[in-house]
């Protein structure tokens, strides 16, 4: 009988920008130390829930030094996977939203309310991150079957990955809040899915 394939998706620590809220994209941008400690608390939690086959992580710095702290006890050999990287927002990375809401108005409420219908200045359509990001789940599945698997990546990605999981539209995109270094869990087996959890944070109960 064929065994389920286990998906841990994790956000990357904390990062500057998160408050007050900022299009980060593709900014490389580093962990803060609440962010380090973030991953390592991750990292042990992630122990106690068995041994991973493999893990895969957005190629920005955040995403790649959670992932080596999370691989480091488990002995994972960290493979980088563009697919998982973050929104591409064009002319708007790098500035807060309040920022592109004075600038933008009409096309920032357009994001808010209905971000399927926007191709973002300089940047990509949701519909192209989604479709990148269905595809990165995919490759997993299909390396790793019957094993379980981490995927180290951006809230909004794991979001995309969340709603083609569901079966919900890009029209839902901005419903879920993921805290970072949030865990979400989900269960592939028989062409079917199954949500197990969506962003554990109680290991992160320590840190206040």
């Known amino acids: 009988m064929r065994s389920s394939t286990r998906i841990i998706l994790v956000r990357h620590g904390e990062v500057d920008g998160i408050e007050p809220p900022t299009f980060r994209g593709r900014e490389d941008l580093l962990l803060t130390p609440r962010g380090v400690r973030q991953a390592e608390l991750t990292r042990d939690y992630l122990l106690n829930l068995g041994t991973a086959t493999a893990?895969?992580?957005?190629?920005?710095?955040?995403?790649?030094?959670?992932?080596?702290?999370?691989?480091?006890?488990?002995?994972?050999?960290l493979e980088a996977a563009q697919e998982l990287n973050d929104i591409d927002y064009g002319q708007w990375q790098g500035e807060t939203h309040q920022e592109v809401r004075q600038r933008d108005p009409q096309l920032f409420?357009?994001?808010m309310t209905a971000p399927e219908t926007v191709l973002l200045p300089g940047g990509e359509s949701l519909q192209k991150a989604a479709?990148?990001?269905?595809?990165a789940l995919g490759?997993?599945?299909?390396?790793?079957?019957?094993?379980?698997?981490?995927?180290?990546?951006?809230?909004?990605?794991?979001?995309?990955?969340?709603?083609?999981?569901?079966?919900?539209?890009?029209?839902?995109?901005?419903?879920?809040?993921?805290?970072?270094?949030?865990?979400?869990?989900?269960?592939?087996?028989?062409?079917?899915w199954k949500i197990r959890s969506v962003n554990e944070t109680a290991q992160l109960a320590r840190l206040g």
Request: charged fraction near 20%; glycine fraction near 8%.
């Open 131 to 135: 479709d990148r990001a269905v595809n």
């Open 109 to 111: 409420d357009a994001w």
């Open 139 to 192: 490759r997993a599945l299909v390396r790793k079957e019957g094993s379980t698997i981490i995927l180290v990546s951006h809230d909004s990605i794991i979001q995309l990955i969340l709603l083609h999981v569901l079966g919900l539209p890009l029209a839902r995109y901005g419903t879920m809040e993921l805290a970072p270094c949030g865990v979400s869990v989900i269960l592939h087996r028989k062409d079917a």
């Open 55 to 77: 893990l895969f992580a957005s190629p920005l710095n955040r995403c790649q030094t959670t992932a080596e702290i999370i691989a480091g006890p488990q002995g994972l050999l």
